[in-house]
């Protein structure tokens, strides 16, 4: 899942926020420096993307993909996905998606000097891009696809992805709504492990 399924899965706790937001930039097992709630996010959020990566699911998904963009097509099903949860976001929650997405914004801008460098390096084009709130939009998708494109030198072919995700819209949007109710029963039970 891709950085606004993450959050939302963080069930509104800030500190889980933070580190759920935070995990990919977050190497191996050094991060017992962060504050206790942002560890368990850090290690929720690496059981989210384990468990979506062996879901049936997700793994049909990528296959559509699979031929065109190889192993790339796990980070474009994570955008997709994205793309469903904050177009059907008044299915999720009752909190409109812009006022969710600057509640974020003012969250991680309030806490940058405990964010890893990298988390520090991209916060701005998030929100000057305002990619949270933008992913709804095809266009949205599009200027991130195409900014991934750009970061494989034109080797991932991302910037085709979103002809793709408009050829088969309705098949990946069932496919997003069937795993995401699963990913939402395991995210709370997990959460609740994480104590």
Known sequence: MNFLAHLYLSESNTNVMIGNFIADHVKGRNFSHYHEDIQKGILLHREIDTYTDAHKIVRISKRRLHERYRHYDGVIIDIFYDHFLSKN???????????????????????????????????????QYNWLYNYQFAKGIQEVLNG????????????????????????????????????????????????
């Open 89 to 127: 976001w008044k299915n999720y929650s009752q909190i409109p998606l812009d006022v969710y997405v600057n509640s974020v914004y003012n969250l991680l801008q309030e806490n940058i000097d405990i964010l890893p460098e990298r988390t520090q390096e991209m916060l701005p084009y998030m929100i």
């Open 148 to 195: 991934m494109n750009r970061r494989t030198n034109g080797k991932s072919k991302m910037n085709l992805a979103t002809g793709d995700l408009l050829e088969n819209y309705q098949i990946f949007e069932n496919d997003f709504t069937t795993f995401f109710e699963d990913l939402r029963v395991f995210s709370h039970q997990k959460l609740k492990e994480l104590g």
